[in-house]
Protein backbone atom coordinates (compact mmCIF):
# COMPACT_ATOMS: atom_id res chain seq x y z
CA UNK A 1 0.00 0.00 0.00
CA UNK A 2 1.31 3.67 -0.51
CA UNK A 3 2.40 4.28 2.82
CA UNK A 4 5.92 2.68 4.35
CA UNK A 5 8.62 2.23 2.14
CA UNK A 6 6.63 3.73 -0.99
CA UNK A 7 6.29 7.42 -0.70
CA UNK A 8 9.59 9.33 -1.89
CA UNK A 9 9.24 12.47 0.12
CA UNK A 10 7.94 11.24 3.72
CA UNK A 11 8.14 14.15 7.06
CA UNK A 12 7.94 11.73 9.98
CA UNK A 13 6.17 13.51 13.21
CA UNK A 14 7.09 12.17 16.29
CA UNK A 15 4.17 11.87 18.92
CA UNK A 16 4.40 12.79 22.17
CA UNK A 17 1.17 13.01 23.27
CA UNK A 18 0.21 16.53 22.54
CA UNK A 19 -4.06 16.40 21.89
CA UNK A 20 -2.78 18.77 18.23
CA UNK A 21 -0.26 15.75 16.79
CA UNK A 22 -2.73 14.61 14.41
CA UNK A 23 -3.29 17.79 13.45
CA UNK A 24 0.15 18.77 12.83
CA UNK A 25 -0.11 15.66 10.32
CA UNK A 26 -2.84 17.23 8.32
CA UNK A 27 -0.96 20.71 7.72
CA UNK A 28 1.96 19.10 6.56
CA UNK A 29 -0.24 16.90 4.13
CA UNK A 30 -2.05 19.46 3.41
CA UNK A 31 1.03 21.35 1.72
CA UNK A 32 1.42 17.94 -0.26
CA UNK A 33 4.15 16.95 1.62
CA UNK A 34 3.71 13.08 2.30
CA UNK A 35 3.43 12.69 6.32
CA UNK A 36 3.33 10.29 8.99
CA UNK A 37 2.66 10.11 12.48
CA UNK A 38 4.74 8.01 14.76
CA UNK A 39 5.35 7.38 18.63
CA UNK A 40 7.70 9.89 20.03
CA UNK A 41 10.40 7.26 21.44
CA UNK A 42 10.76 5.36 18.01
CA UNK A 43 14.22 4.74 17.14
CA UNK A 44 16.01 6.04 14.31
CA UNK A 45 16.85 2.96 13.15
CA UNK A 46 13.72 2.03 12.37
CA UNK A 47 12.80 5.49 11.00
CA UNK A 48 16.09 5.76 9.02
CA UNK A 49 15.30 3.06 6.38
CA UNK A 50 12.02 5.44 5.11
CA UNK A 51 15.00 8.07 4.69
CA UNK A 52 12.62 10.91 5.84
CA UNK A 53 13.33 14.33 4.29
CA UNK A 54 12.22 15.94 7.71
CA UNK A 55 10.92 15.22 11.35
CA UNK A 56 9.33 16.93 13.63
CA UNK A 57 8.93 16.50 17.29
CA UNK A 58 5.26 17.40 18.50
CA UNK A 59 4.28 19.05 21.86
CA UNK A 60 3.14 16.88 25.20
CA UNK A 61 1.88 17.00 28.18
CA UNK A 62 4.91 16.05 30.30
CA UNK A 63 8.17 17.90 31.71
CA UNK A 64 11.33 17.08 30.23
CA UNK A 65 12.92 16.71 33.62
CA UNK A 66 9.84 14.25 34.78
CA UNK A 67 11.69 11.37 35.13
CA UNK A 68 9.35 9.56 33.01
CA UNK A 69 9.43 12.34 30.25
CA UNK A 70 8.87 10.59 26.95
CA UNK A 71 12.06 10.99 25.15
CA UNK A 72 13.52 10.82 21.45
CA UNK A 73 16.22 8.33 20.21
CA UNK A 74 19.35 11.03 20.60
CA UNK A 75 20.46 10.08 17.29
CA UNK A 76 17.17 11.32 15.94
CA UNK A 77 18.82 15.13 16.28
CA UNK A 78 22.13 14.09 15.02
CA UNK A 79 21.39 12.21 11.70
CA UNK A 80 21.38 15.58 9.57
CA UNK A 81 17.23 15.51 8.79
CA UNK A 82 15.76 18.55 9.13
CA UNK A 83 14.03 18.78 12.90
CA UNK A 84 11.34 21.11 13.68
CA UNK A 85 10.31 20.81 17.64
CA UNK A 86 7.31 22.48 18.43
CA UNK A 87 6.63 23.45 22.61
CA UNK A 88 7.73 19.99 24.43
CA UNK A 89 9.40 18.94 21.03
CA UNK A 90 11.59 22.13 21.34
CA UNK A 91 12.32 21.63 24.83
CA UNK A 92 13.56 18.16 24.48
CA UNK A 93 15.80 19.58 21.56
CA UNK A 94 17.06 22.56 24.23
CA UNK A 95 17.43 19.50 26.82
CA UNK A 96 18.74 17.02 24.36
CA UNK A 97 21.70 19.29 23.12
CA UNK A 98 23.20 20.61 26.31
CA UNK A 99 20.79 23.73 26.79
CA UNK A 100 18.32 24.31 29.75
CA UNK A 101 14.47 23.89 30.23
CA UNK A 102 12.59 25.22 33.38
CA UNK A 103 9.08 26.31 34.53
CA UNK A 104 7.89 29.52 33.69
CA UNK A 105 6.84 32.04 35.95
CA UNK A 106 3.59 31.60 34.78
CA UNK A 107 2.13 29.13 32.37
CA UNK A 108 1.50 30.81 28.72
CA UNK A 109 -2.02 29.71 27.41
CA UNK A 110 -3.70 31.62 24.66
CA UNK A 111 -2.73 34.42 22.10
CA UNK A 112 0.68 35.98 21.96
CA UNK A 113 2.60 38.21 20.00
CA UNK A 114 5.99 36.96 18.10
CA UNK A 115 8.40 39.72 17.24
CA UNK A 116 10.76 37.67 15.00
CA UNK A 117 14.23 38.49 15.30
CA UNK A 118 15.85 36.26 12.61
CA UNK A 119 13.82 36.07 9.65
CA UNK A 120 15.63 34.43 7.11
CA UNK A 121 14.42 30.66 7.37
CA UNK A 122 11.53 29.71 9.33
CA UNK A 123 10.01 33.71 9.18
CA UNK A 124 10.93 34.17 5.75
CA UNK A 125 8.35 36.45 4.10
CA UNK A 126 6.05 36.98 6.89
CA UNK A 127 6.56 40.28 9.04
CA UNK A 128 8.14 41.39 12.11
CA UNK A 129 5.23 40.75 14.81
CA UNK A 130 3.26 37.16 14.13
CA UNK A 131 0.14 36.41 16.42
CA UNK A 132 0.71 33.03 17.92
CA UNK A 133 -0.68 30.03 19.74
CA UNK A 134 0.81 29.31 23.18
CA UNK A 135 0.34 26.26 25.67
CA UNK A 136 3.02 25.78 27.52
CA UNK A 137 4.29 25.68 31.51
CA UNK A 138 8.05 25.09 30.66
CA UNK A 139 10.04 27.63 28.63
CA UNK A 140 14.03 26.86 27.45
CA UNK A 141 16.01 28.93 29.58
CA UNK A 142 19.39 28.57 28.37
CA UNK A 143 20.02 27.67 24.40
CA UNK A 144 22.01 24.70 23.76
CA UNK A 145 25.30 25.50 22.15
CA UNK A 146 25.10 26.53 18.72
CA UNK A 147 21.69 27.53 18.83
CA UNK A 148 20.46 31.50 18.54
CA UNK A 149 17.07 32.55 18.93
CA UNK A 150 14.82 33.28 16.37
CA UNK A 151 11.89 34.84 17.87
CA UNK A 152 10.51 36.12 21.10
CA UNK A 153 7.67 36.77 23.19
CA UNK A 154 6.38 38.71 26.24
CA UNK A 155 7.04 35.86 28.15
CA UNK A 156 8.95 33.20 25.98
CA UNK A 157 12.48 35.16 25.67
CA UNK A 158 13.42 32.09 23.91
CA UNK A 159 10.21 31.53 21.64
CA UNK A 160 12.11 30.38 18.39
CA UNK A 161 15.45 29.14 18.03
CA UNK A 162 17.59 27.32 15.35
CA UNK A 163 21.41 25.87 14.57
CA UNK A 164 21.62 27.26 11.08
CA UNK A 165 22.12 23.40 10.11
CA UNK A 166 19.00 22.52 9.99
CA UNK A 167 17.07 22.27 13.79
CA UNK A 168 14.44 24.21 14.86
CA UNK A 169 12.17 24.58 17.92
CA UNK A 170 9.23 27.14 18.37
CA UNK A 171 7.55 27.39 21.53
CA UNK A 172 4.31 27.82 19.98
CA UNK A 173 1.79 25.66 17.81
CA UNK A 174 2.30 26.30 13.96
CA UNK A 175 -0.68 24.33 13.54
CA UNK A 176 -3.55 25.45 15.02
CA UNK A 177 -5.86 28.04 13.58
CA UNK A 178 -5.37 30.62 16.18
CA UNK A 179 -2.14 30.72 14.71
CA UNK A 180 -3.25 33.00 11.40
CA UNK A 181 0.81 32.27 9.72
CA UNK A 182 1.41 28.95 11.16
CA UNK A 183 0.70 27.49 7.76
CA UNK A 184 3.46 29.36 6.11
CA UNK A 185 5.74 28.75 9.17
CA UNK A 186 5.32 24.83 8.33
CA UNK A 187 5.90 25.65 4.90
CA UNK A 188 9.01 27.15 5.21
CA UNK A 189 10.34 24.21 7.20
CA UNK A 190 9.14 22.07 4.35
CA UNK A 191 10.19 23.67 1.55
CA UNK A 192 13.16 25.62 2.58
CA UNK A 193 14.64 23.75 4.83
CA UNK A 194 13.35 20.08 4.41
CA UNK A 195 13.88 20.67 0.69
CA UNK A 196 10.49 19.25 0.02
CA UNK A 197 9.15 19.72 -3.63
CA UNK A 198 5.15 19.01 -2.40
CA UNK A 199 4.90 15.70 -4.82
CA UNK A 200 1.74 14.20 -3.01
CA UNK A 201 -1.25 14.93 -4.57
CA UNK A 202 -4.84 12.99 -5.23
CA UNK A 203 -2.80 11.86 -8.73
CA UNK A 204 -0.69 10.41 -7.61
CA UNK A 205 -2.17 8.87 -4.26
CA UNK A 206 -4.13 7.03 -7.31
CA UNK A 207 -1.85 6.22 -9.15
CA UNK A 208 0.60 4.45 -6.35
CA UNK A 209 -2.37 2.49 -5.44
CA UNK A 210 -3.52 1.02 -8.47
CA UNK A 211 0.06 -0.21 -8.73
CA UNK A 212 0.58 -1.50 -5.36
CA UNK A 213 -3.12 -3.27 -5.25
CA UNK A 214 -1.97 -4.80 -8.16
CA UNK A 215 1.41 -5.66 -7.14
CA UNK A 216 -0.22 -7.08 -3.86
CA UNK A 217 -3.45 -8.90 -5.13
CA UNK A 218 -1.49 -10.48 -8.16
CA UNK A 219 -4.24 -13.15 -9.37
CA UNK A 220 -6.01 -13.21 -6.83
CA UNK A 221 -9.91 -11.90 -5.89
CA UNK A 222 -10.81 -9.36 -3.43
CA UNK A 223 -13.92 -9.26 -1.50
CA UNK A 224 -15.18 -5.55 -0.17
CA UNK A 225 -17.94 -4.60 1.96
CA UNK A 226 -19.83 -1.51 0.94
CA UNK A 227 -21.12 0.71 3.32
CA UNK A 228 -22.84 2.90 1.39
CA UNK A 229 -20.18 6.42 2.68
CA UNK A 230 -17.61 7.65 1.12
CA UNK A 231 -14.88 5.32 2.54
CA UNK A 232 -15.63 2.30 1.30
CA UNK A 233 -17.01 3.53 -1.76
CA UNK A 234 -13.93 5.13 -2.72
CA UNK A 235 -11.63 2.26 -1.47
CA UNK A 236 -13.34 -0.65 -3.70
CA UNK A 237 -13.71 2.04 -6.43
CA UNK A 238 -9.57 1.73 -6.14
CA UNK A 239 -9.63 -1.68 -5.95
CA UNK A 240 -11.90 -1.85 -9.13
CA UNK A 241 -9.55 0.32 -11.00
CA UNK A 242 -6.56 -1.95 -10.10
CA UNK A 243 -8.24 -5.17 -10.83
CA UNK A 244 -11.65 -4.86 -12.43
CA UNK A 245 -14.06 -7.51 -12.78
CA UNK A 246 -11.82 -9.37 -9.70
CA UNK A 247 -13.27 -7.76 -7.37
CA UNK A 248 -17.02 -8.35 -6.18
CA UNK A 249 -18.72 -6.22 -3.46
CA UNK A 250 -21.14 -7.21 -1.00
CA UNK A 251 -23.64 -4.57 0.44
CA UNK A 252 -25.51 -5.85 3.10
CA UNK A 253 -28.93 -3.78 4.10
CA UNK A 254 -28.82 -4.04 7.83
CA UNK A 255 -32.18 -1.95 7.64
CA UNK A 256 -30.91 0.65 9.93
CA UNK A 257 -30.02 3.07 6.67
CA UNK A 258 -31.53 6.69 6.16
CA UNK A 259 -34.11 6.74 3.70
CA UNK A 260 -33.64 6.12 0.47
CA UNK A 261 -30.18 5.58 1.07
CA UNK A 262 -29.80 1.69 -0.32
CA UNK A 263 -31.06 2.30 -3.54
CA UNK A 264 -28.84 5.76 -4.04
CA UNK A 265 -26.00 4.19 -3.12
CA UNK A 266 -26.18 1.24 -5.54
CA UNK A 267 -27.12 3.38 -8.43
CA UNK A 268 -24.05 5.20 -8.15
CA UNK A 269 -21.57 2.04 -7.65
CA UNK A 270 -23.54 -0.32 -9.89
CA UNK A 271 -24.94 1.42 -12.21
CA UNK A 272 -22.33 3.95 -12.77
CA UNK A 273 -19.01 2.00 -12.21
CA UNK A 274 -20.28 -1.24 -13.33
CA UNK A 275 -19.18 -3.31 -10.46
CA UNK A 276 -19.86 -6.77 -9.12
CA UNK A 277 -22.55 -5.75 -5.99
CA UNK A 278 -24.42 -8.56 -4.34
CA UNK A 279 -26.93 -6.79 -2.64
CA UNK A 280 -28.26 -8.80 0.48
CA UNK A 281 -31.48 -7.63 2.48
CA UNK A 282 -30.56 -8.76 5.51
CA UNK A 283 -32.88 -5.98 7.82
CA UNK A 284 -35.38 -8.27 9.60
CA UNK A 285 -32.36 -10.27 10.42
CA UNK A 286 -31.02 -7.52 12.31
CA UNK A 287 -34.30 -5.80 13.43
CA UNK A 288 -35.13 -9.67 14.57
CA UNK A 289 -31.46 -9.44 17.14
CA UNK A 290 -31.55 -5.73 17.94
CA UNK A 291 -35.67 -6.25 19.42
CA UNK A 292 -35.51 -4.97 23.10
CA UNK A 293 -32.21 -3.95 22.93
CA UNK A 294 -31.57 -0.57 24.59
CA UNK A 295 -28.14 -0.54 25.45
CA UNK A 296 -26.21 1.65 23.26
CA UNK A 297 -23.10 -0.70 23.69
CA UNK A 298 -25.15 -3.52 23.30
CA UNK A 299 -26.75 -2.44 20.31
CA UNK A 300 -23.28 -2.08 18.30
CA UNK A 301 -22.37 -5.59 19.48
CA UNK A 302 -25.54 -7.10 18.36
CA UNK A 303 -25.26 -4.97 14.58
CA UNK A 304 -21.80 -5.98 14.51
CA UNK A 305 -22.30 -9.56 15.08
CA UNK A 306 -24.91 -10.10 13.04
CA UNK A 307 -22.99 -7.94 9.94
CA UNK A 308 -20.10 -11.01 10.75
CA UNK A 309 -22.37 -13.61 10.31
CA UNK A 310 -24.05 -12.46 7.06
CA UNK A 311 -20.69 -11.61 6.03
CA UNK A 312 -19.63 -14.80 6.31
CA UNK A 313 -22.40 -16.97 4.79
CA UNK A 314 -22.16 -14.59 1.73
CA UNK A 315 -18.22 -14.89 1.43
CA UNK A 316 -18.58 -18.91 2.00
CA UNK A 317 -21.42 -19.09 -1.09
CA UNK A 318 -19.25 -16.68 -2.88
CA UNK A 319 -16.06 -19.72 -2.47
CA UNK A 320 -14.38 -16.88 -0.67
CA UNK A 321 -12.28 -16.79 2.33
CA UNK A 322 -10.02 -19.86 2.33
CA UNK A 323 -7.06 -17.82 2.74
CA UNK A 324 -6.13 -16.98 -0.83
CA UNK A 325 -8.47 -14.22 -1.39
CA UNK A 326 -8.65 -10.69 -0.39
CA UNK A 327 -10.39 -8.24 1.61
CA UNK A 328 -10.38 -4.41 0.79
CA UNK A 329 -11.96 -2.08 3.94
CA UNK A 330 -11.92 1.46 4.04
CA UNK A 331 -9.79 1.51 7.15
CA UNK A 332 -8.98 5.78 7.52
CA UNK A 333 -5.54 6.61 8.85
CA UNK A 334 -7.50 8.40 12.39
CA UNK A 335 -8.85 5.21 13.28
CA UNK A 336 -5.24 2.99 12.26
CA UNK A 337 -3.86 5.92 14.91
CA UNK A 338 -6.53 5.85 17.41
CA UNK A 339 -6.11 1.79 17.72
CA UNK A 340 -2.04 2.23 18.29
CA UNK A 341 -2.69 5.58 20.56
CA UNK A 342 -3.00 2.92 23.47
CA UNK A 343 0.47 1.42 22.86
CA UNK A 344 2.05 4.80 23.05
CA UNK A 345 -0.62 6.30 25.74
CA UNK A 346 -1.63 3.36 27.76
CA UNK A 347 -4.93 3.99 29.74
CA UNK A 348 -6.74 6.33 27.44
CA UNK A 349 -10.33 5.77 27.82
CA UNK A 350 -12.59 3.59 25.31
CA UNK A 351 -15.76 6.01 24.58
CA UNK A 352 -17.21 3.99 22.38
CA UNK A 353 -16.74 0.67 20.37
CA UNK A 354 -16.70 1.12 16.78
CA UNK A 355 -18.02 -0.98 15.06
CA UNK A 356 -16.61 -0.31 11.06
CA UNK A 357 -18.68 -2.28 8.76
CA UNK A 358 -16.57 -4.15 7.26
CA UNK A 359 -15.14 -6.21 10.42
CA UNK A 360 -12.94 -9.04 9.54
CA UNK A 361 -14.77 -12.12 9.88
CA UNK A 362 -13.14 -14.45 12.29
CA UNK A 363 -14.06 -17.61 10.85
CA UNK A 364 -12.93 -16.70 7.28
CA UNK A 365 -9.17 -16.63 6.47
CA UNK A 366 -8.51 -13.46 4.35
CA UNK A 367 -5.99 -11.25 3.89
CA UNK A 368 -6.27 -7.71 4.44
CA UNK A 369 -5.88 -4.76 1.99
CA UNK A 370 -6.75 -1.06 2.47
CA UNK A 371 -6.11 1.23 0.54
CA UNK A 372 -6.94 4.22 2.79
CA UNK A 373 -4.96 3.58 5.86
CA UNK A 374 -3.10 6.08 5.52
CA UNK A 375 -5.48 8.88 4.58
CA UNK A 376 -7.33 11.91 6.81
CA UNK A 377 -10.95 11.65 5.62
CA UNK A 378 -10.16 15.17 3.40
CA UNK A 379 -8.02 13.45 1.36
CA UNK A 380 -10.36 10.34 0.97
CA UNK A 381 -12.70 12.82 -0.86
CA UNK A 382 -9.96 14.37 -2.88
CA UNK A 383 -8.99 10.73 -4.07
CA UNK A 384 -12.63 10.33 -4.77
CA UNK A 385 -13.11 12.92 -6.94
CA UNK A 386 -9.78 12.31 -8.56
CA UNK A 387 -11.66 8.93 -9.23
CA UNK A 388 -14.09 10.65 -10.57
CA UNK A 389 -17.14 9.39 -8.31
CA UNK A 390 -20.20 12.23 -7.82
CA UNK A 391 -19.76 14.80 -5.21
CA UNK A 392 -23.02 13.32 -4.42
CA UNK A 393 -21.47 10.12 -2.89
CA UNK A 394 -18.19 12.19 -1.77
CA UNK A 395 -19.02 14.70 0.41
CA UNK A 396 -21.39 12.84 1.85
CA UNK A 397 -21.47 13.68 5.89
CA UNK A 398 -20.16 10.29 7.95
CA UNK A 399 -22.28 7.78 9.53
CA UNK A 400 -21.93 5.73 11.82
CA UNK A 401 -21.42 2.00 11.29
CA UNK A 402 -24.82 0.59 13.75
CA UNK A 403 -26.42 3.31 11.69
CA UNK A 404 -30.21 4.64 12.96
CA UNK A 405 -29.59 1.98 15.69
CA UNK A 406 -27.08 4.67 17.93
CA UNK A 407 -30.08 7.41 16.90
CA UNK A 408 -33.12 5.44 18.07
CA UNK A 409 -32.24 5.64 21.54
CA UNK A 410 -34.45 3.17 23.56
CA UNK A 411 -36.27 0.29 21.41
CA UNK A 412 -35.53 -0.26 18.11
CA UNK A 413 -39.04 -0.98 16.42
CA UNK A 414 -39.58 -0.86 12.82
CA UNK A 415 -42.10 2.15 13.35
CA UNK A 416 -39.64 4.19 15.54
CA UNK A 417 -37.46 4.04 12.59
CA UNK A 418 -39.94 5.40 10.49
CA UNK A 419 -40.18 8.61 12.44
CA UNK A 420 -36.80 8.99 13.28
CA UNK A 421 -35.88 8.41 9.36
CA UNK A 422 -38.48 10.68 7.92
CA UNK A 423 -37.39 13.51 10.81
CA UNK A 424 -33.76 12.94 9.77
CA UNK A 425 -34.37 13.36 6.32
CA UNK A 426 -36.13 16.79 7.08
CA UNK A 427 -33.00 18.09 8.83
CA UNK A 428 -30.82 16.93 5.80
CA UNK A 429 -32.92 18.51 3.13
CA UNK A 430 -33.07 21.74 4.89
CA UNK A 431 -29.33 21.81 5.38
CA UNK A 432 -28.74 21.15 1.95
CA UNK A 433 -31.63 23.54 1.12
CA UNK A 434 -29.52 26.24 2.94
CA UNK A 435 -26.19 25.79 1.42
CA UNK A 436 -24.70 24.46 4.79
CA UNK A 437 -24.58 20.62 4.39
CA UNK A 438 -20.40 20.73 3.30
CA UNK A 439 -19.70 23.41 5.66
CA UNK A 440 -20.96 21.04 8.62
CA UNK A 441 -20.12 17.96 9.53
CA UNK A 442 -22.86 16.08 10.64
CA UNK A 443 -26.36 16.94 10.66
CA UNK A 444 -29.23 14.62 11.61
CA UNK A 445 -32.45 13.63 13.66
CA UNK A 446 -32.34 11.78 16.85
CA UNK A 447 -35.40 9.78 18.26
CA UNK A 448 -35.64 10.28 22.25
CA UNK A 449 -37.49 7.45 24.34
CA UNK A 450 -39.15 10.66 25.28
CA UNK A 451 -43.28 11.95 24.85
CA UNK A 452 -44.37 15.38 25.67
CA UNK A 453 -47.21 16.88 25.61
CA UNK A 454 -48.56 19.28 22.80
CA UNK A 455 -51.76 20.72 21.05
CA UNK A 456 -52.29 20.97 17.69
CA UNK A 457 -55.46 21.89 16.52
CA UNK A 458 -57.63 21.72 19.19
CA UNK A 459 -56.19 18.47 20.14
CA UNK A 460 -53.97 17.06 23.14
CA UNK A 461 -51.21 15.21 21.60
CA UNK A 462 -48.81 12.80 23.21
CA UNK A 463 -45.66 12.37 20.87
CA UNK A 464 -42.11 11.78 20.56
CA UNK A 465 -39.81 14.34 21.25
CA UNK A 466 -36.95 14.45 18.20
CA UNK A 467 -33.43 16.46 18.65
CA UNK A 468 -31.55 18.10 16.07
CA UNK A 469 -27.83 17.68 16.13
CA UNK A 470 -25.73 19.74 13.69
CA UNK A 471 -21.95 19.64 14.38
CA UNK A 472 -18.80 21.76 12.87
CA UNK A 473 -15.54 19.45 12.92
CA UNK A 474 -12.38 18.64 11.60
CA UNK A 475 -12.16 14.98 12.39
CA UNK A 476 -14.37 14.56 14.89
CA UNK A 477 -11.96 13.93 17.62
CA UNK A 478 -13.36 17.14 18.61
CA UNK A 479 -17.00 18.84 17.69
CA UNK A 480 -19.03 22.53 18.05
CA UNK A 481 -22.64 22.95 17.67
CA UNK A 482 -23.14 24.58 14.42
CA UNK A 483 -24.44 28.39 14.57
CA UNK A 484 -27.53 27.48 12.43
CA UNK A 485 -29.44 30.55 11.60
CA UNK A 486 -33.01 30.56 13.17
CA UNK A 487 -35.04 30.41 10.22
CA UNK A 488 -33.48 27.18 9.39
CA UNK A 489 -33.84 26.00 12.67
CA UNK A 490 -37.63 27.16 12.64
CA UNK A 491 -38.35 25.50 9.55
CA UNK A 492 -36.59 22.05 10.51
CA UNK A 493 -38.66 22.13 13.97
CA UNK A 494 -41.70 23.49 12.07
CA UNK A 495 -41.52 20.94 9.03
CA UNK A 496 -40.77 18.13 11.31
CA UNK A 497 -43.76 18.30 13.75
CA UNK A 498 -45.87 18.94 10.44
CA UNK A 499 -44.68 16.36 8.16
CA UNK A 500 -43.61 13.91 10.56
CA UNK A 501 -46.61 11.83 12.47
CA UNK A 502 -45.95 11.19 15.76
CA UNK A 503 -43.60 13.34 16.79
CA UNK A 504 -44.58 17.07 18.54
CA UNK A 505 -41.67 18.84 20.28
CA UNK A 506 -38.37 19.38 18.42
CA UNK A 507 -35.12 20.39 20.35
CA UNK A 508 -31.95 21.30 18.94
CA UNK A 509 -28.22 20.07 20.87
CA UNK A 510 -26.07 22.47 21.63
CA UNK A 511 -23.52 20.62 23.33
CA UNK A 512 -19.95 20.49 21.54
CA UNK A 513 -17.06 17.33 21.77
CA UNK A 514 -16.12 17.00 24.15
CA UNK A 515 -18.07 16.77 26.92
CA UNK A 516 -20.36 14.96 24.42
CA UNK A 517 -19.64 13.19 21.95
CA UNK A 518 -20.94 13.38 18.75
CA UNK A 519 -23.77 10.83 18.46
CA UNK A 520 -26.05 10.30 21.37
CA UNK A 521 -25.58 7.11 22.00
P1 LIG B 1 -18.73 10.18 18.56
O1 LIG B 1 -20.17 9.93 18.78
O2 LIG B 1 -17.83 9.17 19.21
O3 LIG B 1 -18.51 10.00 16.99
O4 LIG B 1 -18.32 11.59 18.85
C1 LIG B 1 -17.37 10.35 16.28
C2 LIG B 1 -17.61 9.99 14.82
O5 LIG B 1 -17.69 8.57 14.68
C3 LIG B 1 -18.97 8.19 14.20
N1 LIG B 1 -19.35 7.02 14.99
C4 LIG B 1 -19.21 5.76 14.58
N2 LIG B 1 -18.73 5.28 13.41
N3 LIG B 1 -19.14 3.10 14.18
C5 LIG B 1 -18.71 3.94 13.23
O6 LIG B 1 -18.31 3.47 12.16
C6 LIG B 1 -19.62 3.51 15.38
O7 LIG B 1 -20.00 2.71 16.23
C7 LIG B 1 -19.66 4.92 15.58
N4 LIG B 1 -20.05 5.70 16.61
C8 LIG B 1 -19.85 6.98 16.23
C9 LIG B 1 -19.87 9.39 14.41
O8 LIG B 1 -20.94 9.41 13.46
C10 LIG B 1 -18.91 10.54 14.27
O9 LIG B 1 -18.69 10.87 12.91
Redo the contacts with the bound molecule.
Keep these: MPGPGHHPETVFVLDFGSQYSQLIARRIREQRVYCELVPGTTPWSQLEARRPVGLVLSGGPASVYAPAAPRADPKILRAGVPVLGICYGMQLIAHELGGEVAPADKREYGPAMLEVVDADCLFAGLGAQLPVWMSHGDRVLKLPPGFRVLARSGNSPVAAMGDGQGRFGIQFHPEVLHTPQGREILGNFLYRVCGCRGTWTPGSFVAEAVCSIREQVGDGRVLCALSGGVDSSVAATLVHRAIGDRLTCIFVDNGLLRREEPQRVLDVLHGTLDMDIRHIDASERFLTALRGVTDPEQK ?1 LVVGRVFVEVFEEQARALGAGQGADFLAQGTLYPDVIESTAGDTFPGAAR ?7 GGLPAGLRFRLIEPLRYLFKDEVRAVGLELGLPEDLVFR ?6 GLA ?1 RCLGEITPERLRVLRDADWVVVDEIKRNGLYRQV ?2 SFAILTPIRTVGVMGDDRTYANLVAVRVVT ?1 ED ?2 T ?1 DWARLPYEVLARISNRIVNEVEGVNRVVFDITS ?1 PP ?6
Design positions: RIKTHHNVQPFPGPVWQSAMAKGTIEWE
